[in-house]
């Protein structure tokens, strides 16, 4: 199957700090890549969906100026959570999927972010 | 609005079996996936189902009714690893993935 790798897997970071997680499509070419953040026993909730070389959808209530997303490339995904505080401190996902997948995603393993 | 519904949490012995429901309201339908979560860790793919019917790999089962808006999960041989949260999700009409809350599956001795 394809896989979809993130780094870091973890990150510890004060407040006020901005924090970079990647998301990268290893063996296919991700037409769409979708950013999750899920908070301990909870569902995941999307926040965003990119598309290759144009600007990310957001979902409402994410901020779009706190959560910046790159998605340069068919293969690369970038999250940057700007000016992190201890209420961001959660599980970040990614997940992307390909043009000829019948829709399925792809999942990352995904990033635990606490700020202190 | 877009729902979908399945229980929050059940509990099945070890070696039995178990069926997790799914029932969905969604602007359009273009597939409905079961994905398997373990704590701490992202959810893996299990089935997808587009037609009506059972679709049957190994000790999963999945099966659909687009007329009834329902899905459910079969998990047969129950065993301790099957322990995980399983989240229903569908594919609506702007191929967009409409997640339900997940099931927490307790698998006991």
């Known amino acids: 199957g394809a896989v979809v790798s993130q780094h870091p897997s973890w990150v510890i970071c004060k407040s006020g700090t901005s924090v970079k997680i990647e998301c990268r499509s290893l063996?296919?070419?991700?037409?769409?890549m979708f950013w999750y953040r899920q908070f301990p026993k909870q569902s995941l909730m999307l926040m965003a969906t990119s598309n290759e070389g144009s600007k990310a959808t957001y979902e409402q209530g994410v901020e779009k100026d706190k959560f910046l997303i790159n998605h340069a490339s068919l293969t690369l995904s970038t999250l940057t959570v700007t000016s992190a505080h201890p209420e961001d401190s959660s599980f970040y996902i990614c997940?992307?999927?390909?043009?000829?997948?019948?829709?399925?995603?792809?999942f990352g393993p995904g990033t635990r972010l606490t700020v202190l | 609005g877009q729902n979908i519904d399945q229980p929050t949490e059940m509990t099945a012995t070890e070696g039995a079996i178990v069926q997790i429901n799914c029932t969905y309201q969604t602007s359009g339908f273009n597939g409905l996936f079961w994905y398997q979560q373990h704590a701490g860790e992202a959810p893996t793919f299990l089935s997808y189902n587009v037609l009506d019917g059972l679709e049957e790999k190994g000790r999963f089962s999945s099966f659909l009714s687009r007329s009834k808006g329902y899905s459910y999960l079969l998990l047969k041989e129950l065993q301790m690893k099957d322990s995980a949260s399983y989240l229903c999700?569908?594919?609506?009409?702007?191929?967009?993935?409409?997640w339900g809350a997940g099931t927490k599956l307790i698998i006991k001795p």
């Open positions: 063996d296919f070419q991700a037409t769409t």
């Open positions: 997940s992307a999927r390909g043009s000829s997948s019948h829709n399925e995603q792809f």
């Open positions: 999700a569908v594919v609506d009409s702007n191929y967009q993935l409409i």
